[in-house]
């Protein structure tokens, strides 16, 4: 449906949709709701939202180049964190597809919260399913975490359903800040329970954190999912209606359905590469960089806050994908494959680990060496935490798996949409090994 304004029409978008700086209120919302308006009804050519300038509201350009006559409506960047970013393609048949299968998933459409910048396609699709939905969302894309601008930003959610997308960052501060029983503690908490849902996507989520959201009954739903598919379209580890799972050579998993990309800009090789169709489906398909496994379960067994019933299969069962690894996150140290995802759980699978990140790093001896970042919540008095993960991960992976060594740090490098720099950490990594 068109994006019907509010009460206070804004003006007209200003050049290159620049809004005004001290215009703290949803003029710039509104302003960019039109924008995209006009690019899916093909009045102006495809837009790419850009990241914002700090104390500055995003703005966004015109893509000609991207294509009018294939309807793509937008144009996002991968976050870049393992390489060279890539421009995806999205027509609005496939945002619009996302935007109504994550209504239909969470009981109907409502009003979002914007915590995290359209720039990215979890920010970009919180702008599509409000224009779907006929609402205007609220921004807040600064001090997202801070306790009172949070519990105001939400206080002004006036819609009968509300939601909000975090990253795990996000949501991990939140819940420290409720929990710490300062004065904004439990107006936080408040405002954070009346969500009808938190989506958290763009990382994995440690089920340390899940379990304690859940404790604070917060209504949160782990998401799956990538530029290339419109955000998340896998909803605690099961697909959303239309939604189809398989796996490739060696486990990749497999993504199609009508929110599947268009593409990538420029690279018509990668597209044909990432991009086919499904032949169980006839749907467009993903080729993701993420490993996994398949299994079924009955739907009255299903453990989410979403409904969720991938395409082709029956309603009485339901495909639940697991995550794995990457398919190039794979480690050969002394001629053994090690996957570096799977040395991180069982990192972090300690009681005193906050977080870790884990990689190959090159050397003479081992070819490559497993390396671990840390940051750690506690440390034992006698200095065992380093001893002790190194025996967790010994009993559940093996000896090869064992980090050789470790980087303590204070927080893991993140880069502006939330996720780990992986670029970054590799870097600490191989520095602090020299």
């Not at 390489?83 to 998933?105: I, R, V």
């Not at 991990?172 to 969500?195: C, I, K, N, P, T």
Request: glycine share 10%; proline share 6%; hydrophobic share 40%.
């Amino acid at each position: 449906m068109p994006y019907s304004p509010g009460p206070q029409s804004a003006s007209e978008p200003e050049p290159d949709g620049v809004a005004d700086a001290e215009d703290h209120g949803s003029r710039w919302i509104t302003q960019a709701l039109e924008a995209l308006e006009a690019a899916r009804r093909g009045r102006t050519a495809p837009l790419e939202f850009l990241p914002a300038e700090a104390g500055r509201p995003p703005r966004w350009v015109e893509r000609p180049e991207a294509g009018v006559a294939d309807d793509v409506t937008a144009v996002v960047r991968t976050s870049g964190s393992t390489g060279t970013p890539k421009q995806t393609l999205l027509t609005w048949e496939a945002l619009e597809a996302s935007a109504q299968m994550t209504a239909e998933a969470l009981g109907g459409h409502g009003q979002w919260l914007l915590a995290l910048q359209p720039s990215y396609v979890a920010g970009l699709a919180v702008l599509t399913r409000s224009l779907v939905a006929g609402t205007e969302p609220v921004p807040l894309l600064e001090t997202t975490t801070d306790p009172a601008a949070f519990t105001a930003a939400a206080s002004r959610l006036t819609a009968a359903r509300r939601y909000v997308s975090l990253v795990p960052a996000q949501l991990q501060q939140l819940v420290e800040h409720a929990e710490a029983g300062h004065e904004h503690s439990a107006d936080l908490l408040a405002a954070l329970q009346r969500f009808d849902a938190i989506l958290l996507g763009g990382g994995p989520t440690r089920q340390e954190l899940f379990q304690r959201a859940h404790d604070l009954q917060l209504q949160v739903i782990r998401t799956y999912g990538m530029s290339e598919t419109c955000g998340g379209c896998v909803y605690d580890g099961y697909p959303l209606p239309g939604v189809s799972i398989s796996l490739g050579t060696h486990g990749r998993v497999l993504l199609s359905g009508p929110m599947v990309a268009l593409g990538y800009l420029h690279d018509d090789e990668l597209t044909a590469a990432k991009f086919d169709t499904d032949p169980a489906t006839g749907q467009r398909r993903f080729r993701t960089d993420d490993l996994g496994e398949l299994s079924t379960v009955s739907a009255d067994d299903v453990e989410t806050l979403a409904l969720v019933a991938g395409a082709g299969h029956q309603a009485q069962i339901v495909p639940q994908l697991s995550v794995t690894g990457r398919a190039d996150d794979v480690i050969i140290t002394g001629g053994v494959k090690v996957s570096a995802d799977q040395v991180r759980r069982a990192v972090e699978s300690h009681p005193r680990v906050r977080e870790a990140f884990v990689a190959g790093v090159e050397d003479p001896r081992w070819g490559q060496r497993v390396s671990a970042a840390v940051v750690l919540s506690s440390t034992s008095k006698d200095g065992s935490t380093f001893e002790e993960i190194d025996e967790l991960v010994r009993r559940e992976l093996g000896a090869a798996a064992v980090p050789k060594h470790y980087e303590l740090l204070g927080a893991l490098p993140l880069l502006p949409n939330g996720k780990p720099d992986r670029q970054e950490l590799t870097r600490l990594l191989e520095s602090g090994q020299r």
